[in-house]
């Protein structure tokens, strides 16, 4: 039988595959999709044959079945699933990466999918086990295999290969895959005994949160579905959340779900190997996962891919995981770092304990010199925090006024108030009344109106390292808005969430108001006179603090992060006590005054002072020129990776 349609026809495949999934003429759309894609496979196969005899290949490549399957699927709807088709050469260095190759001992091992979608892994992994059987019986081909050998094989293949995923057509293409894969030794086969009956792979047609594991795995592989909990049906976030998990908790991703069951289905030193977003890395919403994996198993590599699918949908790595029960085997294991799938590529290692002093994020860019820096201010120096909650200080940090820079409010007449205009519809947030435009108005302003002076307070509109770049007026006392307690705003240090050139950007204000964008840091007391709001202005805009603040919540990426009220509190502030850190930070409150009161705020001028606060800065924080012409360099090599 040379023609795969023929196969599939004449052995009752297809009526068989649908009766198995419980797909009937009433589902018109699946049902005539599969045979009309059957209807076409005589050509696509003969085609794919001709390609592969004509170069000496004997490999399957990717499947033209999938590829119909995308097309049949739309992009949409394979992206509200969550499920997007695999590349092949990821899924090959998967099945490497967790031994699952014709070199290793496989014969006797299963391998699981949980959402196999229409076959990428399990194919391979077909092909894989079925060249490992044959190289056994030393033959080259399936046509010189006797019966039992060959019947042997099949019967390997189902048991040893298992997949699960929720759309029957998926399952349908799937098996049709792995019938053509072992084509010829289906063939072998019925040439010899044909009232063979032809089997069904174990490829379940189920929600795999609702499958009944009844055994556990040497593999775990795959490509598990992206979808956010917002995209999530809500009665479907409810089952999750009632599941015996650990990881379904707050704001989590649907691939971290399959990420923990994988790690369950595992036997005691078996390996998952997985295609996930690179918001595993770092993410706060990821922590729970990253803690999970952490506690259960040995990382033994990340590997950055990036937009490896033909629609970019996000940034992706491949994980690879070995389960470990035992503590100390995973806590001095090596992480292997990879950057691309290379294999002629400097390995970076980290080991995993570090992990845990990261606060389980996945920090994979850092050089062993970043750690020993980090864990050297992070064990010397208290943090912002510890100072705000130490009584002997009276240290606050406050977002501005809940308003957006454009200074838009809007009255709602049933709550008889104003808000801030609502983004998306033009409804009262409170009570869901539809709003007038004709009662929105502007609250800041570039002049005041006249006769209103006493109404408006100077607003910070534009902020730069140790300057305010631009200011406006807006006015106060507008019922509903949140301008927080207006003494927050009197002699502080304002610091942007932006960047400025890749390094912390904070400025000191007498009395100006800013918006929920700029974080405001007053010092109310302080038992050190040396150190005060000139001497922590240095520090925050210094580049050690920068490049503390890039390496512990930045990535991979290389860009520097979001400066958000929590990250600030963490930073490692350094109070002077004896008397040569008290003249270091007088000197630095020297310099700062001095960029402050520059009139022409000239670039070369404010760079000089600087330099000379970087080496105040390093000597209060014990930083030798070795580790700070490394920190230049990071920055550097940022502001480089920028452009």
Same mark, same amino acid.
């Given at each position: 039988?040379?023609?795969? /349609? ?54 399957? =490549? ?32 998967? %099945? ?63 048991? =040893? ?14 098996? *049709? ?9 289906? @063939? ?92 595993? %890395?770092?993410?706060?919403? /990821? ?7 952490? @506690? ?12 490896? *699918? /033909? ?66 201010? =992070? ?13 002997? *200080?009276?240290?606050?940090?406050? /977002? ?76 106060? =006392? ?68 920068? *490049? ?96």
């Amino acid at each position: 039988m040379n023609d795969f /349609r023929d196969f599939l026809n004449e052995m009752g495949i297809i009526p068989n595959l649908m009766n198995h999934y419980g797909i009937t003429l009433k589902d018109n759309e699946v049902h005539d999709f599969i045979y009309n894609l059957v209807e076409n496979l005589s050509l696509t196969e003969s085609n794919e044959n001709h390609r592969r005899l004509k170069s000496g290949k004997q490999n399957f =490549n990717l499947d033209a079945i999938a590829k119909s399957y995308e097309k049949i699927v739309p992009h949409s709807q394979r992206k509200t699933m969550g499920e997007f088709y695999t590349p092949i050469q990821i899924v090959d260095y998967i %099945l490497k990466s967790v031994g699952y190759t014709n070199q290793q001992d496989i014969e006797n091992k299963n391998l699981i999918d949980l959402s196999c979608g229409s076959g990428s892994f399990l194919v391979r992994a077909v092909e894989i086990l079925g060249e490992k059987l044959r190289k056994q019986l030393k033959v080259r081909d399936y046509s010189e295999l006797v019966l039992n050998q060959a019947i042997n094989i099949i019967d390997r293949i189902k048991n =040893n290969i298992i997949g699960i995923d929720v759309n029957p057509i998926a399952c349908v293409l799937c098996q *049709f895959n792995i019938y053509f894969t072992i084509f010829d030794l289906f @063939n072998n086969i019925l040439e010899k005994k044909n009232d063979y009956k032809i089997p069904v792979f174990n490829i379940f047609n189920e929600d795999t949160l609702q499958f009944n594991f009844r055994s556990k795995y040497d593999f775990v592989v795959g490509n598990p579905p992206y979808l956010f909990i917002r995209a999530i049906p809500q009665d479907y976030r409810n089952f999750i959340e009632k599941l015996p998990l650990e990881t379904n908790k707050g704001q989590y991703d649907y691939y971290q779900i399959f990420i923990e069951l994988g790690i369950k289905t595992l036997k005691k030193g078996g390996k998952m190997g997985y295609i996930v977003p690179d918001s595993l %890395l770092a993410l706060s919403n /990821r922590k729970l996962l990253r803690k999970y994996i952490y @506690n259960h198993t040995k990382i033994k590599e990340i590997c950055v891919v990036g937009s490896g *699918f /033909r629609d970019p949908v996000v940034s992706n790595i491949i994980l690879v995981l070995k389960k470990e029960v035992i503590e100390e085997q995973r806590l001095n294991n090596k992480i292997m770092i990879k950057k691309a799938l290379k294999t002629d590529q400097r390995e970076n290692f980290l080991l995993q304990k570090n992990i845990g002093e990261w606060d389980y994020k996945f920090l994979i860019h850092l050089t062993q010199n970043d750690i020993e820096i980090l864990k050297h201010l =992070n064990s010397s120096f208290t943090s912002l925090k510890d100072l705000i909650l130490d009584s002997q *200080f009276d240290i606050s940090i406050n /977002r501005g006024v809940e308003l957006g820079k454009k200074g838009e409010v809007v009255y709602c007449d049933t709550c008889n108030r104003y808000f801030p205009l609502p983004k998306g519809n033009f409804i009262c947030v409170k009570c869901g009344t539809t709003l007038n435009s004709n009662d929105v108005e502007k609250i800041i302003v570039d002049s005041i109106p006249k006769g209103l002076e006493n109404a408006y307070q100077p607003f910070i509109y534009s902020i730069n390292r140790y300057f305010i770049n631009e200011y406006r007026y807006i006015k106060v =006392n507008v019922g509903g808005i949140n301008y927080k307690d207006l003494s927050n705003y009197n002699n502080r240090i304002a610091v942007r969430q932006l960047n400025q050139e890749n390094l912390i950007c904070a400025a000191y204000e007498k009395n100006a108001l800013s918006s929920q964008s700029i974080y405001n840091i007053k010092i109310n007391q302080s038992p050190i006179a040396e150190f005060n709001h000139f001497y922590l202005l240095g520090l925050l805009n210094s580049r050690l603090l920068s *490049f503390y603040f890039l390496k512990t919540f930045g990535s991979y990426k290389l860009l520097f992060p979001r400066i958000l009220i929590e990250k600030l509190k963490i930073l490692p502030i350094k109070v002077p006590s004896t008397k040569k850190e008290k003249e270091l930070s007088d000197l630095i409150k020297d310099k700062v005054n001095q960029i402050l009161n520059l009139k022409n705020r000239n670039e070369t001028q404010v760079l000089k002072l600087q330099n000379k606060i970087d080496l105040h800065v390093n000597n209060l924080y014990q930083i030798n020129e070795d580790d700070y012409h490394h920190i230049l360099n990071s920055l550097d090599n940022l502001v480089k990776n920028k452009y």
